[in-house]
């Protein structure tokens, strides 16, 4: 599954981050907690080298609590700054902490002088992976555009969370060519990519499959499939009777079957699932 999904306004956000980076003290990388790997845009560590980091695993509130752990202890291991936060009980307090933590010395540097300094951190990240969201929690107000698709964010927007501390929001950006094709695939479950220029009949079955090795009772209880799954096409039409999404004739309709399954498990029906674990990785 070779993907090229690379819209023109993603190119004008690479020039403008380029352009804003002089301007920022930290940058704040979201990834999702359920593909902590796959979800981070090699691009963007070249981009911001040499900038203080933080990274986030952003919607940790749908990913398995005990694979987040690992994933944490791998990237506190490689010396990055990380913690997951929970898109629905996520405590701003916390998550602003980290950011001062991260630029105390700044700002006392800034203090000696006399100066109250203002923390401006970037929030960067790929498509749909939760930076409108989180910069909304931390404001307390929504303030950012928040969608369940990609593209919503297209331009940068600052956004004052105190008065000595700003947040850039800025457009997902993924890579121009994206050559793997289970991360290609998982980003597409999650996603990341717009469900326009893929089939969404095969995306949901690969989905499924996947699942179904994972997390077999809660696909069974939720799709209502008895006895043995079958494979391939002929799952989604299990799905189609299990739920009744049942056309004029009793033909399945795989279209809304496809729809719905993508829907669940992106909005956490099927339970708190990682698609990739820590010796997933390269």
Not at 62 to 67: I, Y
Not at 82 to 90: L, N, P, Q, S, Y
Not at 166 to 171: A, G, R
Request: hydrophobic share 45%; net charge positive.
């Amino acid at each position: 599954m070779q993907i090229q999904w690379y819209p023109g306004h993603m190119a004008k956000a690479k020039r403008l981050l380029k352009d804003q980076l002089g301007r920022v003290d930290v940058v704040i990388e979201l990834c999702d907690a359920r593909l902590p790997f796959a979800s981070r845009n090699p691009e963007l560590a070249r981009l911001t080298q040499g900038k203080r980091r933080l990274l986030i695993l952003g919607k940790a509130d749908l990913a398995d609590e005990a694979a987040t752990k690992r994933w944490l202890a791998h990237f506190e291991k490689g010396g990055q700054t990380a913690f997951a936060f929970d898109a629905v009980r996520g405590r701003a307090k916390d998550a602003a902490r980290h950011i001062e933590s991260i630029t105390a010395d700044q700002v006392a540097r800034q203090a000696a002088r006399g100066v109250r300094k203002t923390v401006r951190a970037m929030v960067v990240g790929v498509p749909n992976v939760g930076k409108s969201t989180f910069i909304n929690r931390l404001n307390g107000a929504p303030v950012a555009a928040v969608a369940d698709r990609p593209g919503v964010t297209r331009a940068n927007r600052w956004v004052r969370i105190s008065p000595y501390m700003e947040l850039l929001d800025t457009p997902g950006l993924l890579w121009p060519r994206l050559d793997d094709e289970r991360a290609a695939r998982r980003l597409a479950w999650l996603g990341t990519i717009r469900d326009e220029i893929l089939d969404s009949e095969d995306l949901a079955v690969s989905l499924l499959t996947s699942l179904l090795a994972i997390r077999p009772q809660a696909v069974r209880e939720r799709f209502k499939l008895d006895g043995a799954a079958p494979q391939g096409h002929a799952l989604l039409e299990a799905v189609c009777r299990g739920r009744g999404f049942l056309m004029a004739g009793g033909a399945p309709d795989t279209e809304r079957a496809a729809a719905i399954v993508l829907d669940e498990f992106r909005a956490g029906r099927l339970g708190r699932v990682t698609l990739e674990d820590v010796v997933d990785i390269p």
